[in-house]
């Protein structure tokens, strides 16, 4: 069964905007991650953050992670064609890795 | 490093027959994941390896199962395929626990007829 629900499911923008994606969980977590899967093949991790940390950089990319709320936030600035894809988050609360549903992100050039 | 590769990467298989799904972790990585994707349920955890022995397992049937050799590599095997049983099955391979950062392969698209 899946843990994180991401929102929206769907989202659609230009080249240049920044995309922001959530994810909300319901159990207490050790970590979460973020993976990108571009279409049909395998996922790829783009950051971690783990429980005790609330904000995360890398790149382009920014996470937060809100425990309290038990809910993250991936934000992708300045955003580019490639960027095209689907984006998971993934939760680990020491059973297994759970992964939502996924966020489908269209960047239009 | 060479990454996670998964064989084959297409298979046609018809109902009741059974499948065997290879995967070759990234050398050095002792802990490996299988997943299931499709596009109702997406993403759901199978079972993870470690050191040859399954350390947790997905609410998958019984006709789901796995095995990791002593060079880490992997095996899945399905049972008595169902239409169900369709889906993109991948492999992920990790240095510690599934819990850190997973390289994933690309994955074996399993069509049952």
């Known amino acids: 069964s899946q843990q994180g629900e991401e929102d929206p499911q769907a989202l659609s923008i230009q080249e240049g905007e920044n995309a922001t994606m959530n994810c909300s969980y319901k159990?207490?977590?050790?970590?979460l991650q973020w993976y990108r899967q571009n279409s049909g093949r395998g996922l790829v991790h783009l950051i971690l953050?783990?429980?005790?940390?609330r904000e995360k950089h890398s790149g382009r990319l920014r996470v937060t992670l809100d425990t309290s709320k038990k809910s993250s936030s991936l934000l992708i600035t300045a955003s580019r064609a490639a960027d095209t894809a689907s984006y998971f988050c993934?939760?680990?609360?020491?059973?297994?890795?759970?992964f939502g549903a996924g966020t489908r992100l269209t960047v239009k050039p | 490093k060479a990454g996670v590769t998964q064989t084959p990467r297409y298979l046609i298989k018809t109902r009741g027959q059974q499948v065997t799904l290879s995967c070759s972790p990234i050398s050095g990585h002792r802990s490996v994941s299988w997943y299931q994707q499709t596009p109702g349920q997406g993403l759901q955890f199978l079972f993870e390896?470690?050191?040859?022995?399954?350390?947790n397992k997905g609410n998958f049937p019984g006709r789901f199962s796995g095995r990791q050799f002593s060079n880490s590599r992997s095996e899945m095997n399905v049972s008595t395929l169902e239409l169900g049983d369709s889906a993109l099955y991948l492999c992920?391979?990790?240095?510690?626990?599934?819990?850190?950062?997973?390289?994933f392969g690309p994955g074996t698209r399993l069509t049952v007829l």
């Open positions: 159990t207490s977590i050790n970590n």
């Open positions: 390896y470690f050191s040859e022995t399954q350390r």
């Open positions: 992920a391979s990790s240095l510690g626990r599934a819990y850190n950062e997973q390289f």
């Open positions: 993934a939760t680990d609360d020491n059973n297994d890795m759970r």
């Open positions: 953050i783990r429980s005790n940390e």
